[in-house]
Structures are given as C-alpha cells and as structure tokens.
C-alpha cells in the first residue's frame, strides 16, 4: 500500500452532445467555453457553460460555509490564497479521500497534509454541476481546459485565437499562448521557460491540458430543427424516483424501457429518434455519469415546457 495516495485528486470536466444537446459536468476548476456566431456583428463570443469550484470564488467560499455552519476555519486565507482548511483551493475533486474520509486523514500521511482535528462528515465533495445547453447552427467550437490555460487567457481571448486561425493545431496554439503569458509575468522568454524541468516548471506555471471541439453546422441545423421532448422525457423518467426508495430508478427491464418509449411515442405524435432499446440503454450511459438531484429538477421543468408546447 502507498498510504500517499489518499492526497491525490483531480479534477474532472466532461461533455456529451446528444440530440442536438450538450451536457457539461464539471468537478473542480477546469471550465468548458463555447464559441458562438453572434447574428447581428458577425463576431464570435465566448460563453462559459461550466461552474467551477474554487474557492478563490467568493460564492464557493459561502457554499462550503453554508455546508459547514459549525467550522469557522472551513476556508482559510493562507499566504494570500483562500484555501479549503488551509490546504487545497478546490471544494470538489475526483479522489482526495483524506478531505473526504477520517480514517484516511492520519499518519503515515504526510503531516501537511493532516488536520490537527478529526472531521465527521466530508470536507470536500465529488459531486459535479451540471449544465445543459441545446446547441444552434452558429455555435462554432467547444474549448475544454484545464485552469492552467485560464490564469492566463481570458475566455473571449482563447476563443478569439481559436477562432482566428486555422483549425488544425488549435489546442497546441492556446497550450503555447499561455506558456508564453506566464513567461511575460515572470520576464523571461519563452525558450527559456520551455529549458526548464517540469518537476520545477511548475512554480512558474499550472500543468496545461486542452481539447478543441468543432461544432458541423450542418448537422448542428439538422438536431436543432428536429429536436423535440424526446431526449428530455426519457431522461426524466429514467431519472423519476422509485416509490419505495426515493432513488432513481435505474429503469433495467424491458418493461421499464417500454413504458419510457411508449410515453416519447404519445409525446411525438409519431416515431420519430427514440425508437429502440438501445437508444434508451445509450440514455442510461449518460445519465449514469451525472448526478439525480442536480440533473432531475430542470429536465422536469424542460420535458414539462416541452408537453405544453405539443398540445
């Protein structure tokens, strides 16, 4: 066993285009901006699609005081940074089991990173927020990063190099504009920022990790034209809690199933997408990656709009 390894997290950012529907997950600080073709100037704006948990966030910081009314020193100030316990800037993360569990939080961990009081509920959480976002023909790109890229650029100004040059090589592009911004801060040049060793390099700047994903408009047009309650209604009752339980129903027998595309046929009016088992095993996949309590309340109030826009 290497007991070190309850002091390892990560964050986790995720998105899945469906139906013409974009769902975003997000643990941590990396963050998900859309470009998008604005109709009227011709020009691409940049929109945020995902919340991140930092608490150099004032909001996070009154989250975290809210879930822990009883802990006066929930977030620290500590060498200027706001810091979770003085320890860690993020309130949610993949792994970091010794802010999450007490048995992980002791000896042989390292001492820094052992809390002089024993904890009995979570410090931090796994639980991602979700955002949901039906996609237009003129939402050109995705870009996906990690906050290294976003202590450096701004989300207008990564969307503007995206945008400004060609599409091959965008994510190398933005992953060298900010290493040359950080070498600025530091008045150094950029080869020599590149010379030095990782391990160190990290003094001078966070580790960088980028995806750019391009939107067809074409097919973009095509979802959003012939986009319906289906995606949400079936999301819905997939999510609907058990009677017995109060817990989502994982809706696995071919009855379950039938029943969902049943009631997406009557919201229809006719077959349409939604036709097969295997449609609503693939809705399963994706629902299984985002959270009940987060995700249920606003497909209701969607499949509910969408019910009222059919009749």
Same mark, same amino acid.
């Given at each position: 066993?290497?007991?070190?390894?309850?002091?390892?997290?990560?964050?986790?950012?995720?998105?899945?285009?469906?139906?013409?529907?974009?769902?975003?997950?997000?643990?941590?600080?990396?963050?998900?901006?859309?470009?998008?073709?604005?109709?009227?100037?011709?020009?691409?704006?940049?929109?945020?699609?995902?919340?991140?948990?930092?608490?150099?966030?004032?909001?996070?910081?009154?989250?975290?005081?809210?879930?822990?009314?009883?802990?006066?020193?929930?977030?620290?100030?500590?060498?200027?940074?706001?810091?979770?316990?003085?320890?860690?800037?993020?309130?949610?993360? #993949?792994?970091?089991?010794? =802010?999450?569990?007490? $048995?992980?939080?002791? !000896? /042989?961990?390292?001492? +820094?990173?052992?809390?002089?009081?024993?904890?009995?509920?979570?410090?931090?959480?796994?639980?991602?927020?979700?955002?949901?976002?039906?996609?237009?023909?003129?939402?050109?790109?995705?870009?996906?990063?990690?906050?290294?890229?976003?202590?450096?650029?701004?989300?207008?100004?990564?969307?503007?190099?995206?945008?400004?040059?060609?599409?091959?090589?965008?994510?190398?592009?933005?992953?060298?504009?900010?290493?040359?911004?950080?070498?600025?801060?530091?008045?150094?040049?950029?080869?020599?920022?590149?010379?030095?060793?990782?391990?160190?390099?990290?003094?001078?700047?966070?580790?960088?990790?980028?995806?750019?994903?391009?939107?067809?408009?074409?097919?973009?047009?095509?979802?959003?034209?012939?986009?319906?309650?289906?995606?949400?209604? #079936?999301?819905?009752?997939? =999510?609907?809690?058990? $009677?017995?339980?109060? !817990? /989502?129903?994982?809706? +696995?027998?071919?009855?379950?199933?039938?029943?969902?595309?049943?009631?997406?046929?009557?919201?229809?009016?006719?077959?349409?997408?939604?036709?097969?088992?295997?449609?609503?095993?693939?809705?399963?996949?994706?629902?299984?990656?985002?959270?009940?309590?987060?995700?249920?309340?606003?497909?209701?109030?969607?499949?509910?709009?969408?019910?009222?826009?059919?009749?």
């Amino acid at each position: 066993m290497k007991p070190q390894i309850a002091a390892i997290g990560s964050c986790c950012l995720v998105g899945v285009i469906c139906g013409g529907t974009l769902y975003i997950a997000n643990v941590g600080d990396s963050r998900a901006v859309l470009g998008r073709v604005m109709k009227a100037t011709g020009e691409v704006l940049a929109i945020q699609l995902s919340s991140e948990h930092n608490v150099a966030i004032e909001s996070v910081r009154q989250e975290m005081h809210s879930l822990h009314p009883d802990d006066s020193h929930i977030v620290v100030l500590k060498h200027n940074v706001w810091r979770v316990k003085g320890i860690i800037q993020l309130s949610r993360s #993949i792994g970091d089991i010794y =802010l999450k569990k007490a $048995e992980f939080n002791r !000896e /042989p961990l390292y001492a +820094k990173f052992r809390l002089r009081e024993p904890f009995k509920r979570p410090i931090l959480s796994s639980e991602p927020s979700i955002s949901v976002l039906d996609l237009q023909p003129h939402d050109r790109f995705i870009i996906f990063a990690s906050d290294g890229l976003w202590e450096h650029l701004s989300n207008q100004e990564a969307v503007d190099i995206v945008q400004n040059h060609p599409r091959s090589g965008s994510a190398r592009r933005l992953v060298k504009t900010a290493v040359q911004e950080a070498a600025k801060k530091r008045d150094m040049k950029y080869s020599d920022l590149k010379k030095i060793e990782r391990g160190v390099r990290r003094h001078f700047h966070d580790d960088i990790t980028v995806i750019v994903v391009f939107l067809d408009s074409n097919l973009v047009s095509r979802a959003s034209s012939a986009r319906s309650p289906p995606a949400h209604v #079936i999301l819905y009752l997939l =999510l609907s809690p058990s $009677e017995s339980s109060g !817990e /989502p129903s994982a809706c +696995k027998s071919k009855r379950d199933k039938g029943r969902a595309l049943g009631f997406v046929n009557h919201m229809e009016g006719q077959p349409r997408k939604w036709k097969s088992l295997h449609d609503v095993d693939c809705i399963l996949h994706l629902v299984g990656a985002m959270t009940y309590e987060k995700l249920a309340p606003r497909l209701e109030a969607r499949s509910q709009s969408n019910v009222g826009s059919t009749t």
